[in-house]
C-alpha cells in the first residue's frame, strides 16, 4: 500500500493552451522551480529549467529564433529537446561542451491544457492526466478561467472544495449562493486513499424563480493533487454540467487556479456570450475568496500552530475540508512544503510581494480578458480624440440649424468615455 503522494511523478496543469503566447518563451515555476515553455519550429511544446547553462540568465526574458530558445544575455541557442546548438563566441574549432545543455521536462497538450511532468520521465503516462471525460463530448461547451493567487496552493483546494462558505461568502452573486441557504450539509465519503478522495454531498440551491430551495446530490472529488472535479447528476441522464478545479503549485505563497465549468446544455445567451464577460463574473467571486483566505492564511501562519489546533471544525460544514487537510497529513509528507490538519512543511508565509490588482493576477494572462482590454483602451484614445476635435465646434456652430447634432455628438461621446472607463477599471 502507497504511504506516500509521489509529487515528482504526476502531471501539472500549467495554462490554458489558447493563452499560451505563439511567439514568445513562457515562463512559470513548480514549488519554487523556474521553468520555461516554448514551441519549436514544428509547433511542438518544450519545457527546460529557466536558467541559462552558461551563466544563469533567465531563458525566458529571450527569444524564440527558429524554433530554438536564444538566451538574451550571449544568444546561446536550444532546441526542443534541451541541446544547445549554437554558442555565437565559440571558436570555430571548439565543439559545443556536452554539459551546455537544458533540464527538460516531459510537457503535453491534453484537452487544451500544458501539463508537465517533473519526474522519472519512463513513467509519464497520458492516461494518468486527470482529464474529465465528459469534455470528450463534442456537445459540451467549456467555459475557462485562470487566477494566480498570492498562497500556498493547500488554501486554495481548501477553499474550492469547502461547499459550506458559497452560500454566505458568495452571497447574492451570480455563480455564487443565497445566505437563507447556508444549511447543514450531508457528506459520504466513499473513498480515501493517496489517489485523493471520492465523496458526495446534498447541496441546497434555489430554483429558478431565486424563491425556494431545491436540493440534490452532488459529487466531489479530489485527484490528488491538483484536482477538484464537482459533477451534478440529474433526472435526465443526457444531462451534463460539472465544474473542474485544477490547481498548481507556482512557488512559496503563490499558486494558479485554472477553473473550467463545462456543460451540454446551456442557453444560447450562455453560448454567443464573450469570455472577458463571464470572466468579470469569476474575478469577482475569486477576489471575494483571496480577501478571505489572506486573512485566514496570515492568521494561521502567525499562529504558528497547526489547524487541528485552531479550528473547531463542524461535521456539517467542514467533513471535507478536514478530510483534505488529513489527507496531506498522512501522504504529502515528501512534498517540498504543505499544511495538513494536524502536520506542516516549510509553509511560507504570505508574499508580500504579489500584486492584487485584477491585470496582474488575471488580465496579463488571459488572452480574451487581453484583447478587450486593449481594444477598450484604443477604443477611449478615439473617443477622446473625437471629443477634443467637437469641442471647438460647438462654439463656431453655436447659432446653426445643425449645432444641436453637434451637442448631442459631443453627449454621446462624453457618455463613451465614461462607459469605457467603467469597463478598462473591470480589467485593471
Ligand atoms: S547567460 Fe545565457 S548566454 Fe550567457
Ligand atoms: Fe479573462
Not at 505563439?22 to 516554448?38: D, G, Q, T
Not at 556536452?98 to 503535453?108: D, F, I, P, R, W
Not at 480578458?369 to 473617443?383: D, E, G, H, S
Request: aromatic share 12%.
Amino acid at each position: 500500500m502507497d504511504t506516500e503522494f509521489n509529487w515528482q511523478n504526476c502531471w501539472y496543469p500549467v495554462v490554458f493552451v489558447e493563452d499560451l503566447p505563439k511567439r514568445k518563451p513562457y515562463a512559470f515555476s513548480l514549488y519554487n522551480e523556474p521553468m520555461v515553455l516554448f514551441r519549436n519550429e514544428k509547433g511542438d511544446l518544450a519545457c527546460a529549467a529557466d536558467r541559462c547553462p552558461h551563466r544563469a540568465a533567465r531563458l525566458s526574458d529571450g527569444h524564440l529564433i527558429d524554433g530554438k530558445l536564444e538566451c538574451l544575455y550571449h544568444g546561446w541557442q536550444f532546441n526542443a529537446a534541451g541541446e544547445c546548438t549554437r554558442i555565437p563566441q565559440l571558436a570555430p574549432d571548439k565543439k559545443i561542451p556536452a554539459t551546455a545543455c537544458l533540464k527538460s521536462h516531459v510537457v503535453v497538450e491534453c484537452q487544451g491544457m500544458v501539463w508537465v511532468w517533473v519526474g522519472a520521465p519512463d513513467l509519464a503516462a497520458i492516461a494518468d492526466i486527470p482529464s474529465i471525460v465528459a469534455l470528450d463530448n463534442p456537445d459540451v461547451i467549456s467555459v475557462d478561467y485562470t487566477i494566480d493567487l498570492p498562497y500556498d496552493q493547500t488554501y486554495l483546494i481548501e477553499n474550492v472544495i469547502d461547499v459550506a462558505h458559497i452560500h454566505i461568502a458568495h452571497h447574492g452573486l451570480r455563480g455564487g449562493g443565497h445566505r437563507d441557504y447556508a444549511l447543514p450539509l450531508e457528506f459520504d465519503i466513499l473513498e480515501d486513499s493517496v489517489k485523493g478522495i471520492r465523496a458526495t454531498y446534498r447541496s441546497i440551491g434555489l430554483n429558478q424563480n431565486r424563491d425556494e430551495a431545491k436540493t440534490g446530490t452532488a459529487h466531489l472529488d479530489f485527484i490528488a493533487p491538483n484536482l477538484i472535479s464537482y459533477t451534478s447528476k440529474y433526472q435526465k441522464s443526457e444531462l451534463i454540467a460539472g465544474l473542474a478545479l485544477y490547481s498548481i503549485p507556482l512557488a512559496k505563497g503563490k499558486c494558479r487556479l485554472l477553473y473550467r465549468k463545462y456543460s451540454n446544455f446551456y442557453s444560447w445567451r450562455e453560448r454567443i456570450k464573450p469570455k472577458w464577460l463571464d470572466h468579470w463574473n469569476q474575478n469577482e467571486i475569486l477576489q471575494q475568496d483571496m480577501a478571505l483566505i489572506i486573512g485566514q492564511y496570515s492568521e494561521i501562519e502567525r499562529s504558528q500552530q497547526n489547524a487541528k489546533d485552531l479550528w473547531l471544525p463542524i461535521k456539517s460544514s467542514d467533513t471535507l475540508v478536514i478530510h483534505y487537510r488529513k489527507w496531506l497529513d498522512k501522504y504529502a509528507a515528501a512534498t517540498p512544503f504543505y499544511r495538513g490538519y494536524a502536520t506542516h512543511k516549510t509553509v511560507p508565509h504570505l508574499s508580500d510581494q504579489h500584486p492584487y490588482d485584477v491585470f496582474s493576477i488575471h488580465t496579463q494572462n488571459c488572452t480574451s480578458c487581453l484583447r478587450a482590454y486593449r481594444f477598450t483602451k484604443q477604443l477611449q484614445k478615439i473617443v477622446i480624440a473625437l471629443i477634443l476635435i467637437l469641442l471647438p465646434l460647438l462654439f463656431v456652430f453655436a447659432g446653426a440649424a445643425y449645432s444641436h447634432v453637434i451637442l448631442f455628438s459631443y453627449l454621446g461621446l462624453v457618455l463613451m468615455t465614461w462607459v469605457t472607463q467603467k469597463i478598462r477599471l473591470r480589467f485593471e
